[in-house]
């Protein structure tokens, strides 16, 4: 069974480091977004990305979105902190689930 993650890695221009979050999405509640760190000195199209992963997993695995950051936020023992990267999406709203 293949994930966003996995579909996401390989790709050549996306780093390995990576994460899925949910999105507001104000028709169906929640989607897909993905926050990817691209692969230095390498371009990386976001659209681009989001069609061929469409090309390779079911159409509710899909990320409706793409970030390129940096790098991904992390605690102490290295752990992605998804709450600091959902912040930005979420931002305004009382409950942080649809």
Known sequence: ??????VLEWRAAVHPDLAALSDHDGAVGETVHAVVVAVPGRDL???GLVGWARERLAGFK?????TV??????NATGK???A???EPFWAGRNRLVS
């Open 1 to 6: 069974m293949l994930s966003l993650v996995h």
């Open 45 to 47: 199209d976001e659209g």
């Open 62 to 66: 899909c990320p409706t979105g793409v």
């Open 69 to 74: 950051v940096p790098e991904l936020p992390r």
């Open 80 to 82: 992605v902190l998804r």
């Open 84 to 86: 600091a990267l959902r």
